[in-house]
């Protein structure tokens, strides 16, 4: 018999939170971590009394209230509200999302009924090329974002920025990555629609810390380095790694995209009065600017401390040695992740969860999600046997 019911691989959220819910229900679990620390890419690291977002900035957002109480009960989260500027081609700075103060910077209207006139201006020359073609939906993503908000802002707020991230031209990305950004016809900056929204009180750690007290955990441990013995300790793998690399890269290798940080301590107390400032010019090389301390600014005299932590953001392709960030899922990419998912379904004692064995963009509430609806029929499985 194995000594474990679940060796879990990767300490992140999706490792972490099953971890959690699985040990509360009486199972005995393993987790294994191949970097220095838990928490994968949410984890916070303190410099000069600040937690700096080490992987990048994470804002915890969603509208499901039993998500909200869940890391709630482990920490408690502060009322941080994401409301990012821009710096644009055009040497102005905008309001993000998209909304009125957005519309009023960039063309001068004032009420919804103008901006929509406007909006409806911007869009005809798409929606015409579109109608001639027979094209009925977006095809990429420069195709959608022209759709959504027109050319004005296409080009100072999206294309440059977006071909940075992604390396790749508008017109080669899905659609659906520029349908994240909320449309909206009020005075709202709230980057995010969801009812909840905030950064754990103490940083990304504490709540970690907190799913995994109790818990067995092995950090500097990689699952490859020793794979047959950690096949065998276990009833069940829950694997939150790359699944390309779980695989032997038989089908080939997914393609990611990475961040590449460069941090700075300022001997001053605020920077850029913002959390979050992007680029939105190729004129530029980062994507933005983060500035650590204003996301714990509430509750907290932050601005007492004489120094600031800074993290330019540069995008880059994904290589060996670095971290997979962001999945691309292009057509390339999908059809050789579901030749690598189609294997995994085949596997009955490995269960694959999380951002790079799903090979799929997920904001941190949805992977909570996934792991409350992956118990759920862990349990519905037992029930049945
Ligand atoms: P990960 O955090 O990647 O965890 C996987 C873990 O597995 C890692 O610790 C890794 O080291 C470990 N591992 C991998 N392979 C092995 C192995 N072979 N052996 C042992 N261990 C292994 N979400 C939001 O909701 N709001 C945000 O603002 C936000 N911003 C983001 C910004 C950036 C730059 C990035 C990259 C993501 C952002 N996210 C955000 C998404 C968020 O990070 C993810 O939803 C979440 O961290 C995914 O958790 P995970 O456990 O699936 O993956
Ligand atoms: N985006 C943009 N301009 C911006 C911010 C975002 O064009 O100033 C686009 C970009 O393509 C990005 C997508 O909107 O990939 C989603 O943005 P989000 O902030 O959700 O991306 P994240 O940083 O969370 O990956």
């Avoid at 490859?224 to 089908?251: H, L, M, P, Q």
Wanted: aromatic content about 14%; charged content about 25%.
């Amino acid at each position: 018999m194995a000594k474990y019911d679940y060796l879990i691989v990767g300490s992140g959220l999706f490792g972490a939170t099953f971890a959690h819910i699985a040990h509360k229900r009486g199972k005995k679990c393993l987790v294994i971590e191949k970097r220095y620390h838990l928490g994968g890419n949410i984890y916070c690291e303190e410099i000069k009394g600040i937690n700096v977002h080490k992987y990048g900035a994470h804002i915890f957002h969603t509208s499901d209230k039993l998500i909200w109480d869940f890391v709630n009960s482990i920490v408690p989260f502060n009322r941080y509200t994401n409301s990012p500027v821009a710096m644009a081609p055009n040497g102005k700075l905008y309001n993000l999302p998209f909304n009125m103060n957005t519309f009023y910077q960039m063309w001068g209207v004032r009420t919804p009924k103008e901006a929509q006139i406007k909006l409806n201006e911007q869009r005809q020359e798409v929606l015409e090329r579109m109608r001639e073609n027979n094209i009925v939906e977006p095809r990429n993503l420069e195709e959608q974002a022209l759709m959504l908000i027109g050319k004005d802002i296409y080009e100072q707020l999206i294309k440059d920025y977006t071909e940075k991230q992604w390396g790749r031209p508008c017109n080669q990305l899905p659609a659906f990555i520029i349908r994240r950004l909320p449309v909206r016809m009020t005075y709202d900056n709230n980057y995010f629609n969801d009812i909840y929204q905030g950064i754990p009180i103490g940083g990304y750690n504490k709540l970690t810390e907190g799913l995994l007290d109790g818990i067995e955990v092995k950090l500097n441990t990689d699952f490859f380095e020793n794979r047959d013995k950690w096949e065998s300790v276990a009833d069940k793998i829950i694997f939150t790694g790359k699944i390309d690399e779980f695989y032997n890269y038989c089908f080939g290798k997914l393609e990611y995209r990475t961040v590449r940080f460069q941090t700075e301590v300022l001997d001053e107390p605020n920077f850029q009065g913002n959390a979050v400032v992007n680029y939105t010019t190729k004129q530029v090389p980062f994507t933005r600017i983060i500035e650590h301390k204003h996301f714990e600014s509430f509750g907290n005299s932050v601005y007492d401390n004489p120094h600031t932590v800074i993290s330019r953001e540069y995008s880059t392709e994904w290589m060996d040695g670095m971290e997979p960030f962001y999945p691309v899922n292009d057509t390339k990419n999908q059809v050789i992740y579901e030749k690598y998912q189609k294997l995994a379904k085949e596997d009955q004692n490995i269960i694959f969860g999380g951002r790079l064995a799903e090979y799929k963009y997920y904001d941190m509430a949805p992977i909570i999600s996934n792991v409350f609806n992956l118990i759920e029929s862990l349990c519905q499985n037992n029930h049945k046997k």
